[in-house]
């Protein structure tokens, strides 16, 4: 039989009070502990988004390239934004803050079944290693034969029919193994952020000043013609 009264004080000691505990009021505004801030929550959030990339990162072998990657992207982005504010909600409004800011496997212990939870861990970062060395690397072969950055063009070669990117895929997984022996994710976190916001930035950039001189260059062409 189930001892349900130890089922209930396990659940209680883990720091899971309930909804109607003012867990949500004590969890609304935040309360950074020592060398922590913004930014650096904000650094170990940011990668667990940038999946959602790995559609464009992949855009060669769609069939509908300028269709489907504007629709999975924003597909992906507001089910994962829905799931992940939720998923905060539930959190805040039934675990302790103490809890919340010791034990990261928190919601493991709470939640109803523990088999789902962690087999979802399992597949999510199977599926961000497998995309992260398929599309990775090709990007990195993109950008040396491009001849942009000077001492890199050897990892542009590639092998096989598809032109596998195995160079690229070596240094990749170099720099990995390296990023996971040091052990530390909220410290590594923040500065793989910042060159995904670089780029987004730049790219943000270009779109806007090729949008601004767009009718300038419209009537030039028509002028010319």
Known sequence: MINYHRFEFSISESGFDGWLTGNFANNTFPGYQDGYNWFTVFGVFFPTVTGVMAGINMSGDLRHPSRDIPNGTLSALGTGTFLYLLFVLVLGCTCERSALLTDFMLASKVAAVHVFLLAGLYVSSMSSCLAAMYGTPRVLQSIANENVIPGITFLGKGRGPNRVPVYAMAVVAIVTLSFILVGQINTLAPIVTMPF?????????????????????MRRDERFR
Do not use: V
């Not at 943000?204 to 001189?213: C, I, V």
């Open 197 to 217: 916001l670089l780029t987004y930035a730049a790219i943000d950039y270009s779109y806007f000043a090729l949008a601004q001189t767009f009718e300038i260059q």
